[in-house]
């Protein structure tokens, strides 16, 4: 049973580029959630995908969007990079009250 | 918003050890969860505990709702448990909804 699967792993863009990151829920779970993780910070919540729509959204400008499948899987979009939005990207899946599971995260670098 | 306060923030501990992390927050949570990020990254669900106590081999929490604080116990301890030790709570009904991290707290396990 594959848990949450995010890819690719690391990505390295320039300022003003864009940038998309991808995700697979773990079987079974319907909901998607993105957090951005600094170095050296916890991670912090973006926004949450259930049934196609964006659910709750978290202190982030709109330059980030996302999208979700209907096979639940989600991307994450990012326009006009900024140096500030280098960062390990975290995707989580959940389903109905059960805990959410990590994926292993994008590492995303901006020159 | 909820706050999360964790302590300490670094630990640093001979192995064989004992632990107590505490995690202390600013309002009532219908989830709280405990990970431990590894050095490469990946973080990983270590407890669902919203309430009560509960015990995984080495580890254990308890977590105490009405006085809004949760603590993670880390016995025996080997230099595998080095990393970060994240505490997440969130008031929403939905899970995954606006999940607040903590700081965090920094485990080195010495040989």
């Known amino acids: 049973d594959a848990g949450v699967t995010q890819s690719p792993t690391h990505l390295i863009k320039t300022r003003g580029q864009q940038v998309t990151l991808r995700c697979s829920p773990k079987?079974?779970?319907?909901?998607v959630s993105w957090y951005q993780q600094a170095l050296g910070q916890g991670p912090q919540f973006i926004f949450q995908?259930?049934?196609?729509?964006?659910?709750q959204r978290g202190n982030f400008p709109d330059r980030f969007s996302g999208h979700q499948f209907p096979n639940y899987s989600s991307e994450l979009n990012v326009n006009a990079l900024l140096l500030g939005d280098s960062a390990l990207y975290l995707c989580?899946?959940?389903?109905?009250?059960?805990?959410?599971?990590f994926g292993d995260g994008t590492r995303l670098s901006i020159l | 918003g909820i706050q999360v306060e964790q302590s300490p923030p670094d630990l640093i501990l001979q192995e064989g050890a004992n632990s107590t992390l505490r995690c202390n927050f600013s309002?009532?949570?219908?989830?709280l969860q405990w990970f431990h990020q590894n050095p490469w990254g990946q973080l990983i669900n270590l407890f669902y505990?919203?309430?009560g106590t509960k015990q995984n081999g080495r580890l254990s929490a308890t977590t105490v709702a009405t006085e809004r604080y949760s603590l993670l116990y880390i016995s025996s301890s080997q230099t595998t448990d080095s990393g970060v030790y994240f505490c997440?709570?969130?008031?929403?009904?939905?899970?995954?909804?606006?999940?607040?991290f903590g700081p965090g707290t920094r485990l080195s396990v010495l040989p």
């Open positions: 079987s079974g779970h319907d909901t």
């Open positions: 995908y259930y049934e196609e729509e964006e659910r």
């Open positions: 989580a899946s959940s389903y109905r009250r059960q805990p959410q599971h």
């Open positions: 997440a709570v969130e008031k929403g009904v939905n899970y995954g909804q606006n999940f607040v």
């Open positions: 309002d009532s949570v219908n989830n």
């Open positions: 505990i919203p309430s």
